[in-house]
């Protein structure tokens, strides 16, 4: 008893992605998305040739699967079939105001769902689809493309939120709201 005790103490004291979710199985993960995709880009490919282990073991090992046989919250993010169904908030919001206040018209919004690659890949589409490009002739003597605003800050700042949102205690999504004088990111 004393040793189940500071298991289920221990496993308390990890951290929220380190967790395993409590609902969900190894088969909530993309076993083959991990093979296939994750493992070539994260580990070695001489590393992964002299590994034997089955796909449990490994997902086991990069801590995408707990002790119990559930998906940890990380392994969720980067590998789950259903990321919303056990982490409703893990999306991103991206609304475009034509205005600048919430109370003008929506232009666009979108709801961007899934694996953590592909929810960065698709907002990246979203927002270079809404960067504005203004084509100037007269400020050099050849044409010059100006951003209204730069992608490469904005790509960082929508990592930055989705990766240090705090997916525990909250189903509040990661928030774009573009307005036509700003961008808001919360």
Not at 2 to 8: A, C, D, H, T, Y
Not at 9 to 29: G, K, S, W
Not at 149 to 176: C, E, F, K, S
Request: hydrophobic share 40%; net charge negative.
């Amino acid at each position: 008893e004393g040793r189940q005790l500071l298991e289920k103490q221990q496993a308390f004291n990890l951290p929220f992605d380190a967790r395993e979710a409590p609902t969900t199985t190894i088969a909530d993960l993309d076993a083959g998305y991990v093979r296939d995709e994750y493992l070539p880009a994260a580990i070695a490919a001489d590393v992964l040739a002299q590994n034997q282990r089955p796909i449990e073991h490994q997902l086991r090992s990069i801590h995408f699967v707990g002790p119990n046989a559930r998906a940890t919250h990380v392994g969720l993010l980067v590998a789950g079939v259903d990321v919303m169904g056990p982490l409703p908030g893990a999306y991103i919001q991206f609304v475009r105001f034509d205005g600048i206040e919430l109370t003008h018209p929506v232009r666009d919004q979108k709801t961007i769902s899934g694996r953590l690659a592909d929810m960065l890949r698709r907002v990246d589409e979203v927002l270079r689809a809404n960067i504005e490009i203004r084509v100037s002739f007269t400020a050099s003597p050849i044409e010059e493309r100006i951003a209204d605003y730069p992608l490469p800050a904005l790509q960082q700042l929508v990592r930055n939120a989705v990766m240090h949102r705090n997916y525990d205690g909250t189903n509040a999504p990661v928030r774009i709201y573009w307005f036509n004088d700003r961008i808001e990111i919360h």
